[in-house]
T-cell receptor, first 115, second 113 residues
Framework: NAGVTQTPKFRVLKTGQSMTLLCAQD?????MYWYRQDPGMGLRLIHY???????AKGEVPDGYNVSRLKKQNFLLGLESAAPSQTSVYFC??????????????FGAGTRLSVL | KQEVTQIPAALSVPEGENLVLNCSFT??????LQWFRQDPGKGLTSLLL?????REQTSGRLNASLDKSSGRSTLYIAASQPGDSATYLC????????????FGKGTLLTVNP
């Protein structure tokens, strides 16, 4: 059981380039999330999805877009990368049952550097 | 806005010692609190989830407590081992934003052989 898989694991971009980060989960989870982790800032929610075809903004959504065309996949796009987007990106998923029992399962992360 | 604070930021202990990690949150209207472990260069692994109606949860040598009214949680690790060395993160769900986890900045634990 793979759980949550993120692709790619590492990437270096030049300012202004675009890219898409892919997150796939095989647990049939309804909810999926994208976080970024920065030194001294902790993890912050970028966007999330509560089901196929839905997306919503999190705490730091500017400069990112997302899509959830299939239940198992959640894509994070950077249309014009900026150095401020250098970070480690984590995807997570959860069953989306009652809030009290909502355990989130995380992928291994994507390390992105924007030069 | 929910804020989560973890103290201490770093902790170094000799193997075999019992230890406590602390977490506090500003908005007590939470649904649950989770403790995660993060190894260097890796993702997060959920250790324990305490629902808002619960006072504690146990898993092996780990015991997490929750005092929702005072906005505090502790993670107790018994008989620490070098393999416990990692960053421990506390996160809460709630405070007005459904399903959003608000994280603390973590406690870096080093267990010395």
């Amino acid at each position: 059981n793979a759980g949550v898989t993120q692709t790619p694991k590492f990437r270096v971009l030049k300012t202004g380039q675009s890219m898409t980060l892919l997150c796939a989960q095989d647990m049939n989870h309804e909810y999926m999330y994208w976080y970024r982790q920065d030194p001294g800032m902790g993890l912050r929610l970028i966007h999330y999805s509560v089901g196929e075809g839905t997306t919503a903004k999190g705490e730091v959504p500017d400069g990112y877009n997302v899509s959830r065309l299939k239940k198992q996949n959640f894509l994070l796009g950077l249309e014009s990368a900026a150095p401020s987007q250098t970070s480690v990106y984590f995807c997570a998923s959860s069953r989306g049952q009652t809030l009290a029992k909502n355990i989130q399962y995380f992928g291994a992360g994507t390390r992105l550097s924007v030069l | 806005k929910q804020e989560v604070t973890q103290i201490p930021a770093a902790l170094s202990v000799p193997e075999g010692e019992n230890l406590v990690l602390n977490c506090s949150f500003t908005d007590s209207a939470i649904y649950n609190l989770q403790w995660f472990r993060q190894d260097p260069g890796k993702g997060l692994t959920s250790l324990l989830l305490i629902q808002s109606s619960q006072r504690e949860q146990t898993s092996g040598r780990l015991n997490a407590s929750l005092d929702k009214s005072s906005g505090r949680s502790t993670l107790y690790i018994a008989a620490s081992q070098p393999g416990d060395s990692a960053t421990y993160l506390c996160a809460v769900t709630g405070g007005g934003s459904n399903y959003k986890l608000t994280f603390g900045k973590g406690t870096l634990l080093t267990v010395n052989p």
